[in-house]
């Protein structure tokens, strides 16, 4: 047992799974200063393991249906009599929040149209608000846009703005949003953080990026027409006025495309009724692929010496195809993934396990590292530091 116990807890395995790590993170450090590898690189960005982790939640049909959030559907309506009509009848049913999702750029010849709409906004409760506008001309220097596109009757006081700015992933997949980015010389916070303020009473996350939890969730939509059918799911609720089927206005997200309106259905719900996702730091990853490197090593090295000491004609056949070794990785990591998946779903915490997982799989390039430093050493005639390590007999 004291034996197995030395075996199991031999400094070698840390040093395999450093020279892992090392390795890997040269080849990380070489891809991204070679620029016909930059493809790669935007890869490697714009992966995130919530991809997977919402696929797996997302797999079923969502039962739930959000309580809080209701969307009005408005694709069909383009006059803007029409749409002030519209907001007026939602104002009437008094939402708790309304978000009007649309941006309407300038005044038209039709005078009555606009005055309407002017109207229709102001009629509610203007507190309780929410109009969307677009920031516009980055200026790459200054770190900050430097135009705004509003709509032609937003200027009054009364109102709260946000933007509407989708934060572009390499991927062009949708799985952040903005909480507050630069205009000029100031920050201003987005559509979805404008709401959720006036739900909580507070900015509810200082940091400038929002992690979106995509939950297995279905919004209720209502088409402009039938407003008067659903009062029930507008009164008292959050309430999104924009368009659902609108083809410009569709986005590429974890769980499939969505309208522009759902993603910011999902990004104030994430805000108002989940806790903020906390990222692990680099140390703490850099700590899991240590754990999971050392385990695989251990489990490896004990299967490699029971297997070779084996007469059985079934063990010998496992060790001359390499079976057990690609076993015993998928099954670490199996583990190693479930245990993140959780540590999300149930806590919020999301570990990046690129690091973790690539240990795992090249833990044996590791080792045969390690072997040929070992056998430099004993060309150097250091004798003592070789007789200790338990890949002795493997140095040619």
């Known amino acids: 047992m004291k034996n197995w116990l030395k075996i199991i807890f031999h400094l070698d395995h840390i040093i395999v799974t450093i020279l892992t790590i090392s390795t890997i993170e040269l080849m990380v450090a070489i891809v991204i200063n070679l620029d016909f590898l930059s493809p790669v690189v935007r890869s490697l960005k714009s992966f995130s393991m919530t991809d997977i982790y919402y696929k797996i939640l997302n797999s079923g049909e969502p039962t739930d249906v959000c309580s809080s959030i209701t969307l009005v559907d408005m694709t069909e309506l383009t006059h803007r009599k029409d749409i002030a009509q519209v907001i007026r009848e939602i104002n009437e049913m008094k939402p708790s929040v309304f978000g009007i999702d649309i941006i309407f750029e300038g005044e038209k010849a039709d005078a009555e149209g606009?005055?309407?709409?002017?109207?229709?906004?102001?009629?509610?409760?203007?507190?309780?608000?929410?109009?969307?506008?677009?920031?516009?001309?980055?200026?790459?220097?200054?770190?900050?846009?430097?135009?705004?596109?509003?709509?032609?009757?937003?200027?009054?006081?009364?109102?709260?703005?946000?933007?509407?700015?989708?934060?572009?992933?390499?991927?062009?997949?949708?799985?952040?949003?903005?909480?507050?980015?630069?205009?000029?010389?100031?920050?201003?916070?987005?559509?979805?953080?404008?709401?959720?303020?006036?739900?909580?009473?507070?900015?509810?996350?200082?940091?400038?990026?929002?992690?979106?939890?995509?939950?297995?969730?279905?919004?209720?939509?209502?088409?402009?027409?039938?407003?008067?059918?659903?009062?029930?799911?507008?009164?008292?609720?959050?309430?999104?006025?924009?368009?659902?089927?609108?083809?410009?206005?569709?986005?590429?997200?974890?769980i499939g495309q969505k309208s522009g309106m759902e993603i910011l259905a999902y990004t104030i719900l994430s805000m108002t009724e989940c806790p903020p996702v906390e990222h692990a730091s680099l140390w703490v990853i850099i700590l899991w692929a240590l754990i999971a490197g050392y385990i695989t090593?251990?489990?490896d090295y004990l299967l490699t010496r029971r297997i070779r000491g084996s007469k059985s004609s079934v063990m010998v056949f496992i060790s001359q195809a390499g079976l057990y070794d690609k076993v015993i990785y998928f099954l670490v990591m199996v583990v190693i993934t479930w245990i993140s998946f959780e540590l999300y779903v149930n806590n919020s915490y999301y570990v990046d396990t690129v690091l973790p997982l690539a240990t795992i799989v090249l833990i044996k390039e590791g080792r045969l590292l390690y072997v040929a430093l070992l056998s430099v050493l004993k060309k150097k005639k250091k004798e003592n530091l070789v007789k200790k390590s338990i890949y002795v007999n493997e140095i040619m």
């Open 114 to 254: 606009d005055s309407l709409l002017t109207e229709a906004s102001l009629q509610g409760n203007p507190s309780n608000t929410v109009l969307a506008y677009k920031l516009t001309n980055y200026d790459e220097n200054k770190q900050a846009y430097q135009k705004e596109l509003h709509s032609f009757f937003s200027m009054n006081e009364n109102l709260t703005e946000g933007f509407v700015n989708l934060v572009d992933n390499p991927d062009k997949s949708v799985k952040r949003y903005a909480n507050f980015l630069r205009y000029q010389d100031t920050l201003v916070y987005s559509f979805p953080s404008q709401i959720s303020k006036i739900v909580t009473k507070k900015y509810v996350c200082d940091e400038d990026i929002y992690t979106i939890n995509y939950k297995p969730i279905v919004f209720p939509v209502i088409k402009y027409d039938e407003l008067q059918n659903y009062k029930e799911y507008i009164t008292d609720h959050i309430v999104l006025l924009g368009t659902t089927q609108e083809e410009k206005d569709k986005f590429y997200t974890p």
């Open 297 to 299: 090593n251990v489990i």
